[in-house]
């Protein structure tokens, strides 16, 4: 016959009354831990895909994202070229695009591999949103013929900006001594991505030449600038800031300023924020959580 044990619930300390004791603990722990990562999980995952030699994107988007999980309610993942940012054939971790809610490009003349691009394709066609900085208009540089090629247009494809560097469009700038006045433009002062901007600022950026057939016509201007102390002439105001539909559906912004000076102004800081929460879709913060440090230096070519 089995040797039967009954243990007493007085008794103390028993396995019995241990057990009573810490289940409803455990089972309330893994159910904390449960909600956690679901809330988590709910939050809007950005991912940042950087690669520019000059401009120190890879230093400036993880500052950037630092800011908006800390303040700002999201997830981010940061892919870089690799091993360093003159590494234009590598960006690892691009299947991170399949989740992401958001994607931010900050690239400059990249020849990825086919199986790479895939990723940024699937992602355009997708229709989800999309914010590039600055040398995104020249993101691409495949040499002529190459069955790639056609990826040197992604700055019109995806942002309706110039496609590529000079060209038809002689997209080019005034020169690197020369830096820029940025003002508003009256018809966008109540447009949401502008909420608590202060829309005259100067930068270190030398202007961008846009004009006069890009931003594409459907585009939404945000912000002009001027070229102080231009290398050519005739320096005419261009537009450094505007949204788009593209023609996958996707709601974009981009900005063709990004020198990482640029960072350290308020106005630029809070428009990219507020720019990341209308392109998601997401009413802009009411409350500014205030100017952060973005301090990186210009590294040059």
């Not at 120190?56 to 994202?65: I, N, R």
């Not at 829309?199 to 102080?228: C, E, Q």
Request: charged content about 25%; aromatic content about 12%; overall charge positive.
């Amino acid at each position: 016959m089995p040797l039967k044990m009954k243990l007493p619930s007085s008794a103390p300390f028993t396995i019995y009354s241990v057990t009573r004791m810490l289940f409803p603990s455990m089972f309330l722990l893994l159910f904390s831990v449960s909600a956690c990562a679901q809330k988590e999980k709910k939050k809007p995952l950005i991912v940042f895909i950087t690669g520019d030699h000059e401009y120190s994107g890879e230093s400036t988007m993880p500052l950037l994202a630092a800011e908006l999980e800390k303040n700002y309610g999201m997830r981010t993942k940061v892919l870089k070229a690799y091993p360093d940012q003159n590494a234009e054939e590598n960006i690892p971790g691009l299947e991170a695009l399949k989740e992401a809610d958001l994607a931010i490009f900050f690239l400059r003349w990249r020849r990825l591999p086919a199986e790479q691009l895939k990723h940024i394709d699937d992602y355009l066609k997708s229709g989800k949103p999309m914010i590039g900085f600055r040398t995104t208009t020249h993101a691409f540089n495949y040499p002529k013929g190459d069955p790639l090629e056609k990826w040197n247009a992604f700055g019109e494809r995806a942002f309706g900006a110039p496609p590529g560097w000079g060209g038809v469009a002689k997209h080019t700038h005034y020169g690197h001594t020369s830096s820029t006045d940025v003002f508003g433009i009256p018809a966008a002062k109540d447009h949401p991505i502008l909420k608590g901007v202060n829309p005259d600022f100067h930068v270190r950026s030398w202007l961008y030449r846009t004009l006069p057939d890009y931003p594409v016509k459907g585009a939404n201007w945000l912000l002009m600038g001027k070229s102080v102390d231009p290398e050519s002439q005739p320096a005419i105001e261009n537009p450094v800031a505007w949204t788009w539909k593209n023609p996958e559906g996707a709601t974009i912004f981009f900005t063709t300023l990004g020198h990482p000076e640029d960072f350290k102004e308020e106005s630029l800081q809070r428009m990219v924020i507020n720019a990341i929460f209308w392109t998601l879709g997401k009413k802009v913060p009411d409350h500014w959580k205030g100017k952060f440090k973005m301090d990186v230096p210009y590294r040059g070519m």
